[in-house]
């Protein structure tokens, strides 16, 4: 079985100030994760993914994400937050070694960036 | 990447009337897509998993009469909300890839349905 875990429901950072989104998953198979960002009324884009590459995975808009085995996380971080990055994020896993499962989210995390 | 286009993107129909919902894999073939669901300020929600030539797989909790899924293509699957209530009301998001060796799911934009 897998499971996500999003450690806060919501965050709230100033323009300018690093950004940290805390996600734990568990998994009882090699993990492919991924993280998402959802803004308000729109579908979902996908920021960046880890497949069992390298464990620092770079992705867009200046978001980032490592992957560490032994304490089961995969946080998001940005430099410096900026205005547009308000938004839902959601933190993602599925089993790496199969397409053809579904994904299973986490509850998400509110993003509010305060000028 | 992979393009899924997902139509309508918004709708509202009456109470015991029927929608369906189109999810189109546009440059793959996939042999399964996936149905979710999200109510207001919650996350996506499996609904179903659509397969090919087959019958879908529902997740506990979702009625199978209510949610007709048909996935009669490789490129394509329809959700039909049947006799839709107000409490129906959700967005409705497909998923696909070009797996099954390829674990990145690409999404349709989603359906916004308004049951009055």
């Known amino acids: 079985a897998q499971s996500v875990t999003q450690l806060d429901s919501h965050v709230s950072v100033s323009e300018g100030t690093p950004v940290l989104l805390r996600c734990n998953y568990s998994?009882?198979?090699?993990?492919?994760l991924f993280w998402y960002v959802q803004h308000p009324n729109k579908g979902l884009q996908l920021l960046l993914k880890?497949?069992?590459?390298?464990?620092l995975v770079k992705g867009i808009n200046g978001f980032e994400a490592e992957f560490k085995k032994s304490e089961t996380s995969f946080h998001l971080t940005k430099p410096s937050a900026h205005m547009s990055d308000a938004a839902e994020y959601f933190c993602?896993?599925?089993?790496?070694?199969?397409?053809?499962?579904?994904?299973?989210f986490g509850k998400g995390t509110r993003l509010s960036v305060i000028a | 990447g992979a393009v899924v286009s997902q139509h309508p993107s918004r709708v509202i129909c009456k109470s015991g009337t029927s929608v369906k919902i189109e999810c189109r894999s546009l440059?793959?073939?996939?042999?399964?897509m996936f149905w979710y669901r999200q109510f207001p300020k919650q996350s996506l929600m499996l609904m179903a998993t659509?397969?090919?030539?087959?019958?879908?797989?529902?997740e506990q909790g979702v009625e199978k009469d209510k949610f007709l899924i048909n996935h009669a293509s490789l490129t394509l699957s329809t959700l039909t909300v049947t006799s839709a209530h107000p409490e129906d009301s959700s967005f409705y998001i497909c998923?696909?890839?070009?797996?099954?060796?390829?674990?990145?799911?690409?999404f349709g934009q989603g359906t916004r349905l308004t049951v009055v």
């Open positions: 440059d793959f073939q996939a042999t399964t």
């Open positions: 993602v896993v599925r089993n790496a070694n199969s397409g053809n499962t579904p994904l299973v």
């Open positions: 880890y497949t069992s590459a390298a464990t």
């Open positions: 659509s397969n090919e030539g087959s019958k879908a797989t529902y």
């Open positions: 998923s696909a890839g070009p797996g099954p060796w390829n674990t990145e799911a690409f």
């Open positions: 998994s009882s198979y090699s993990p492919s």
